[in-house]
Every structure is written in C-alpha cells, then in structure tokens.
C-alpha cells in the first residue's frame, strides 16, 4: 500500500519534533526504560491476551478459528481539557439520535420541517416500521452508543460514523487498560490516568434503570443475548455478561412464557426484563423479521410491544447510523437540540443525488466510497491507495447501484506512535468513545478504543483488516 | 443458572476426567511395553484400545496394532473424535460457551491446557516424550481441577461440575476393572490363583492406586483384593464408592439449593445403597462382569437424569 498522501497531525510530536504536553509524562517514563525489557514485555501482552482467550473469530475462515486483535503497548493520550471538549460534543450528538429516533418513530417533525427528505426512510432497510408509535421504556432507543471519531489538527476532532445498533470493542479498552497496569503498573502512579473500569457497572446500571413496566423485580433481570461461541464478538459477550453478574444466553435458551420472554434455567423458566441484545435486528425474532433464524427469540417482539421486555439497543436504531443519514446529522443535532454542532462531520456526498455522484466519479482517486449499510470497513474504496484496477471496478459497483453509496474525502487521520522493533514510528488512528443512556442521562467512559491501522500509511484500522488497538488515556489532571 | 451453562460445565467436567484417565490408561500401557516381552505388550495395547472402546474403530483403519500406532490413534488422531485433543477442545470450547459460570481462573487454567496440549500434540508424539507428554496431560487436569476448587463458589455451577467429574470417573474405573479381569483372568477359576504380578501392578497403576494399594494391604496383590480395591474401598478416589459418594454430596448441594429432590437424587441413593449392600464375595458370586455391566448401565441412567431433571436442553 502506497504511503498516505496527506501530511498528518502527529499527537505525540509536533512539527518542531517537541514532545506534546498530553505525552510528556509517558515520554519520560519511555526514555528510562530499557529497550530490550520493553520488547520483552511487547511479546509478554501478546501470550497475555491468548491465554485470557481475548481473541475475535474472522468471518469466512474455519468455523472456530481464533485471531488476535494485535495490541501496541503506547498508549494514545489526550488531554483533560481536550476531552472535556470532546465530552460535550459527544453528549449533544447521542441525546439528538435519540430525540430523533423517537420523531422518527411518531411524529416525523423533522420530515414535516423540511430538513430530512422522506426517501430516506421509505427504501431503508433499517427503519422498522414495527417501531412506530412504540415508545421503549425510559425512553431510550440506543442505551450504548459508539461515536467513531478522527482527529485531524490540534483540536479537530469529527465524526466518521455514529455506532447506534451493537457497537463493540468495549471489551478491548478494559483488558487494554488491565494488560498496561500489569505490565507498567508504576507508570500510573507517576501519570494519574482517568479510570475505564467503572464500564461494566455503569453498563448494568443503566440497563436495569431501562426495565420493563411488566418487571416485578427490584433489582431487573438482565441477559445478554449471543448469536454464540463461533460469533467474532463471542469473547466481549461473555466479558460483558461476567462483567455484570448477567446470564449470557443464546436463542435456543430462550421462549416466550406467560407473555414474558424466558430463559430455560436449571430450576425452570425464568422471566427477562433487560436483554441486551448482541444479535442484529434481522435476527431477533423469526416471527417478525428472518423466519429462518435460530439466533433470535419467537414472539419477542408481541412482547416488547407489550410492555414485557426491555431490548437494548431498542430494534430500528440502525436508522439512525446508517452513512446516508449521517450526512444529514448536523441538520438532525441542530433540529434536535437548537444547538449548532460541537462535532464536525466529514463532508459527504451522497452517490444517490445526482451532481454529487458526477464529482464522486470525476475524482475516484482522490476519495473513499463506502456502501451506505457497510461495515467492518468492507466492501468499500480508499482512492488514493488503489489501483487503477481496482478503482475501474468499483467505478462498475457505484455506476450499477449509486444508491448504495456515499463518499467522503480522503482524510488526513492524525498519528502516534506505535512500538516496532526499530523503536516509535508514527501510524493512523481513529477512537471510539463509549456512550451509555438512561433515563437518568448519558455516561461517557473517558476515552474509548483506540484502533490503529498497524501497516505504515495505512488509514484501515479496522481489526479485520490488519490493525491493531491501544490503550487510551485520558489525563486526570 | 441456565440449564444450557450446567450442561457445559458437566461436560467440561467430563471431558477433562476422561482426557486424565485416558492418560493415565496410555501411561500403563507403555510401561508394560516397556517392561515386558512382545507378546504381552501387544496384549496390554489391545486392552487399552478395548476400554476405551476403540478397538473396532482402530481395526477399521487397517492399521497394524502396534504400541506407536495406537497411542497415536488415541492421542491425536484426526479421524478420532474421542482423541485426547479432541477431549481437551471440547472442554474447552464447553469452558468458553459456559465463559461466565466459571472464574477467570479456571476459564484460563483450561484454556492455557488446551493451547500447551494442542501444542504438544501437533506432531506424533515420540516414543522417548511420550511419557512426558501424558504427565502433562494429568497435570493440565490437575490444574483445572485445582483452579475449580480454590476459586469457585460452593453452588450449583461447582455441584454440576463435580456430579461430571464423578460420573466419568465411576465409568472410566468401571471400564477398566472390566476389561483387565477380561484379559487378566480368561476364568473365574484363576481368582486367588498367582498371577502375573507385573499385570496387577499394572491395573493399579492405571488409576493411579498402585502405591495407595500397597500401603493399604502390605503388598500382597492378589485379583479379589484388587477389586475389592478399586468397587467398594472409599477411601481410594478412583474407586466406584468413592466417585458415588462424591456424586452423592454434590446432589445433595443441589438438592439444598433448590429446596427439592428429583429423580437423579433417587437414582444416586439406589446406587450407593446397592453398593453398601454387597461385599466382594457377593459381586463375584453374581459375576463380576455382570456387576460392572450393570454399574455402567446405572452411570448412564443417572446421568441421563440429571440431564432431564435439570432442563440441560430443551
């Protein structure tokens, strides 16, 4: 792969080759430490991570195969104040995807207002039309959100891609914070680093403020429901579960009894008021969406409809990721909330409108084209790194089905450095902050998942794709 | 706990005991091979296959029966689904469908079992290594074991854990006294007759007795004593009396739990009864083929009713 076109913003080291102030702590510690002991111990996270089982299962390989996602022992670190920031910004885009969510779910004020076109619902797969006039309970549609964001400049930050239907990854920011305290574990007492382990708990905490009218229990039932062992997020499901005291279940656990949904436990049939869902829409229930899946639960929704289970994330939040509509989200915050964006989205354009696609396709080269419901960084073209091949194809794809597209310029995503064995050298990142919603409000773990795209100027950070992930910090002081 | 969870964590159990015992079965094959002319190695192999249930499966490949053909058919064959690997992965993979009744502990003691055996067991095994190679297996189980003891808690999840160690066990030893007798002893007529003591020794080794069993009766091995040993002395851990108390203790943990007895807790006490009942004379008198027959068949109905009576599926 060619190297990235752009310069880019290094967070460690500025243009002058000074050490930013967020780094100068750890670069200190960096420059005590013994070479050779740091490659030791790089090695040493890696049978770390095997032995804990940490691994994800890559699609299309033997049923069962087991990866590594690669972990770079130099944490990405951001300032307090950079974070608040941050933070606010992160706080007004959820509470707007769930205000509009709600809309589009009854009223369509948005729609009526003129500020979002009508198609976008009418030929969208993700919008569940079993939803309307539904109100989940607490109100909330997406109790945990993931905001992919890139960093271009000193304190530009932009959305890429808001996560609203099962983001993962969570589980990856806490064994990276474990793996890092076990193996520097005074490098936190000379950096005060804010804490990541509250997650699991805030985790159950909301979900259980989310219960069901129908729950009789003072402390809710919650289960987290699994497509199963041979799933790639199979290791973070039953992280999660543990993590809360929840039962980690599977479709073929569960049924609905007495108009609840239960799970077949060794005493018998026991009621679920909270089931965080790790299964797509798709699947969730056979009678109403796929007939063929075995992943979901028969009836479930007759039930949710009905006051009698708690879904989370609640069905059709995928509306509100899909990267057609994110082209529309600062008209949605503005709408929403009578603020004006404190996070930037990355100029889109939509293949569907008609001059948009005539620039898309004038300059291929120069942008990336993803597919509006792609994911896992699939199925989409990175320009300026292809091939004249390769951009002759995809030309095919997008003049075939432009509907199916979106595209966005090729950004400059910022660096830090990862650990290889000829010492720092700068790669690609992007963060993904975890967002949690209750009716009490909205809790966002400082800092997030750090990926990082392992190959030298490469902008994939996708963990299928060959990166990797890092710790990250925000400052406590 | 979900019915599915307590149907892993027994098969995980299960699947461990057996990969022990199966080693601890290899391990007194190949000392006999060591030990002894051809003629009974090539017996002692044959018998290791016939306990294990094997032997036509094996014959099927139309292989020669040799003491390396074997050991690799039964460590690490693929076209062998009951291979010690194949046992060490499905415990595994029962350990991580059933992730969250198990502690972290005992989650990684089986993983990190799995990965170093898997590693071990990626090459035919070497004569010179195989007794190292079955001493790790025996202690990858013991790990786990001991990983379950020191930090789960004292519940159902532990219970159902227990209740498959103990079934396997009883079955495994049941198996072994079965087939030895077999060959050790072609008639009844040889029982108090001097036999082969090499061959005893070997019975008792392969349930890890043999030191057990001379302490306890001043070395004098004689086939009656033996079975006595391994049916009804419940102060030796392989044996059936004690894999029945055990099991026993753990149905009674569920039973507390669960405030209510079921039809496995009936079955648990039929058995133990019916073994506190006889002695070892009676068992000949009966036959002990027959007596070991019937104990097998009772290991399964019992297992089968913990299984129902606890909704492992559905």
Not at chain 1, 212 to 239: D, Q
Request: aromatic share 8%; proline share 5%.
């Amino acid at each position: 792969m060619a190297p990235s076109p752009l310069s880019s913003f290094d967070e460690m080291i500025d243009a002058d080759g000074n050490i930013r102030p967020a780094y100068a702590g750890y670069r200190e510690w960096l420059d005590e430490q013994d070479g050779k002991w740091l490659q030791r111990q790089s090695k040493q996270a890696e049978s770390f991570f095997r032995k804990t089982g940490i691994t994800f299962n890559v699609y299309g390989e033997d049923a069962g195969a087991e990866r590594l996602i690669p972990f770079d022992m130099v944490p990405r670190i951001i300032t307090r104040d950079e974070w608040s920031r941050l933070a606010v910004g992160i706080e007004q885009r959820v509470r707007a995807l769930n205000a509009f969510l709600h809309d589009l779910y009854h009223k369509r004020e948005i729609i009526k207002a003129g500020k979002l076109p009508e198609r976008m619902l009418k030929a969208n797969e993700a919008f569940l039309p079993q939803m309307a006039g539904f109100s989940p309970p607490g109100g909330v549609y997406t109790h945990i959100v993931g905001i992919d964001l890139v960093r271009t400049g000193p304190d530009e930050f932009m959305v890429l891609e808001d996560n609203a239907r099962t983001p993962s990854g969570v589980s990856y920011m806490l064994e990276n914070r474990e793996t890092m305290m076990a193996m520097f574990p005074e490098l936190f007492t000379r950096v005060k680093v804010q804490p990541v382990s509250d997650y699991p708990r805030s985790l159950a905490r909301s979900l259980a403020a989310c219960a069901p009218p129908a729950c009789e229990n003072e402390r809710p039932v919650v289960a987290v429901l699994t497509p199963g062992i041979y799933n790639s997020a199979y290791f973070e499901h039953a992280f999660l579960a543990d993590q809360m005291g929840a039962e980690l279940v599977e479709g073929s656990d569960l049924r609905v009894v007495d108009g609840r949904v239960a799970m077949r436990t060794t005493r018998g049939w026991k009621a679920i008021d909270v089931l965080y869902r790790r299964v797509d829409d798709a699947f969730l229930d056979p009678l109403t969406f796929n007939p063929s899946s075995v992943l979901g639960v028969a009836g479930i929704m007759d039930v949710y409809r009905a006051g009698g289970i708690t879904i989370a994330n609640a069905p059709g939040t995928g509306i509100s990721d899909d990267k057609a509509i994110y082209s529309f989200m600062p008209e949605i915050v503005e709408f929403y909330t009578g603020e004006k964006p404190i996070l930037k989205n990355v100029p889109t354009w939509r293949c569907s409108e008609e001059d948009a696609l005539k620039y898309v396709l004038d300059n291929l080269k120069d942008l990336v084209v993803k597919e509006v419901h792609g994911s896992g960084g699939y199925g989409m073209l990175i320009g300026p790194t292809s091939s004249k091949a390769e951009i002759a194809a995809f030309e095919k794809k997008l003049r075939a089905k432009p509907d199916n597209y979106i595209a966005q310029p090729t950004l400059s995503l910022s660096t830090v450095p990862i650990f290889t064995k000829a010492g720092l050298a700068p790669r690609h990142v992007d963060l993904r902050p975890f967002v949690l919603v209750s009716p009490g409000g909205i809790n966002i773990t400082p800092g997030g998942l750090t990926r990082v795209a392992l190959k030298k100027g490469s902008l994939v950070v996708n963990s299928s794709q060959g990166g990797g992930t890092k710790d990250s910090w925000v400052l406590a002081e | 706990m979900l019915g599915r969870s307590a149907w892993g964590i027994f098969w995980m159990s299960r699947y461990l005991e057996r990969a022990e015992n199966t080693a601890r079965l290899l391990d007194a094959g190949f000392r006999i091979a060591l030990t002894r002319g051809n003629s009974t190695a090539s017996d002692e192999w044959r018998s290791v296959l016939v306990t294990l249930g094997l032997d036509e499966p094996f014959a099927e490949r139309g292989r020669e029966a040799t003491g390396p053909a074997i050991t690799d058919y039964i460590l690490r064959a693929q076209d062998n689904p009951t291979s010690v690997l194949a046992m060490m992965e499905n415990a595994r993979t029962n350990a991580r469908m059933v992730r969250t009744a198990i502690t972290r502990e005992v989650w990684e003691a089986t993983n990190e079992s799995w990965m170093i055996l898997k590693d071990a067991l990626a090459k035919p095994v070497r004569e010179a290594n195989l007794g190292e190679v079955l001493d790790m297996i025996r202690r990858q189980a013991t790990l786990v074991r001991g990983a379950m003891e020191g930090t789960m808690l004292r519940n159902d999840i532990l219970a159902f854990a227990r209740a498959g160690t103990y079934i396997e066990r009883a079955d495994n030893t049941a198996r072994i006294i079965d087939v030895k007798y077999h060959v050790l002893l072609p008639s009844l007529a040889w029982v108090g007759s001097r036999l082969d003591n090499a061959q005893w020794e070997m019975v008792l080794r392969s349930v890890a007795g043999e030191r057990a069993f001379r302490w306890l009766h001043a070395g004098v091995l004689d086939p009656r004593g033996i079975a006595e040993f391994l049916i009804l002395d419940a102060r030796f851990p392989r044996s059936l009396a004690y894999a029945y108390k055990q099991l026993e203790s753990s149905m009674a943990i569920l039973s507390d739990a669960y405030g209510i007895e079921t039809s496995a807790h009936l079955a648990v006490r039929e058995a133990v009864a019916r073994l506190a009942a006889t002695n070892i004379a009676g068992i000949f008198d009966f036959g002990l083929h027959e007596f070991i027959t019937e104990a097998i068949f009772t290991n399964r109905q019992i297992a089968e009713a913990i299984a129902a009576d606890y909704r492992f599926t559905e």
